[in-house]
């Protein structure tokens, strides 16, 4: 399962890249918002922090701006992904980056039928936001489920880039589902790092090494 990390902060980008975790970065118009920054500056240089796709958000609604904004964006790097949402629209403009061979990934999605016209209309990645499914009081990890089931189904290439991630038994179940890359908040990334037992043999072994007087260096 592929990682992407959610957010336009660089910093942040920076240190979770550092682990070799890394396999991608998601962004999107509230993240930009958040950074302060100018979106296109901020795309170019995390494009230059990571390797793999680097997803820069269209804000037109209508396929011909969009396909405007769209080259502009591909102008930055090789390895943006444009983002389209799920709409008529958006899916013309998915169906036309594709065959020119750009990377796609199609988001706001929030039905597996949704999911399924977005890989008919060739989407290198479709985003179901499982968090936002959550709130609404629909269950997300199904959304995952059935779409996983459809793209098998029919040996659909487009990833499963499960979204709106918000805590590691999210993560737990889109690995156990085998959605093929997730996408989650830095803090998400990080805690799955964490376990009690960990710190408290950590800190056990650390005290018992003081005991020995010794040390490796
Ligand atoms: C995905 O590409 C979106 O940017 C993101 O996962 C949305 O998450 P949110 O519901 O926490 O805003």
Known sequence: MKFFVDTADTAEIRDLAETGLLDG???????IHKSGRKFLEVVEEICGLVDGPVSAEVVALDHETMMKEAAVLRKIADNVAIKVPLTIDGLKTCKALSEEGCMVNVTLCFSANQALLAAKAGASFI????????????????????IRLIYDNYGFETEILAASLRHPIHVLECAKIGADVITAPPAVIKSLFNHVLTDKGLASFAADWAKTGQSIL
Do not use: A, Q, Y
């Open 25 to 31: 970065v998601t962004t999107n118009p509230s993240l």
């Open 127 to 146: 985003s179901p936001f499982v968090g936002r499914h959550d709130d609404n009081g629909f269950d997300g990890m199904k959304l995952i489920e059935d």
